[in-house]
């Protein structure tokens, strides 16, 4: 797991990266924020745990969790 606090803006560039990547899906995440909810938790395309998101003031702290997918995509897209 890798903890980070990021920025709004970062936090779009890693979800755009992971879209990118075929870990996540973009949309999803952009369909919860039109109904004026941040996802707390966001899942890979199989199911399981990628990320969890929690306010830390103007902030965001953001846990990448390895899943099995995103370890078979390292250095897939590179």
Do not use: C, W
């Not at 990118?20 to 909810?37: L, T």
């Amino acid at each position: 797991m890798v903890a980070k606090k990021l920025t709004l803006l970062e936090l779009l560039d890693l979800i755009e990266m992971e879209d990118y990547r075929g870990i996540i899906s973009k949309q999803g995440f952009v369909a919860h924020v039109k109904r004026g909810v941040m996802p707390k938790m966001i899942k890979d395309v199989r199911g399981a745990l990628r990320l969890t998101v929690e306010r830390d003031g103007e902030d965001f702290a953001v846990t990448q969790h390895n899943t099995p997918l995103a370890l078979e995509t390292v250095g897939g897209v590179y």
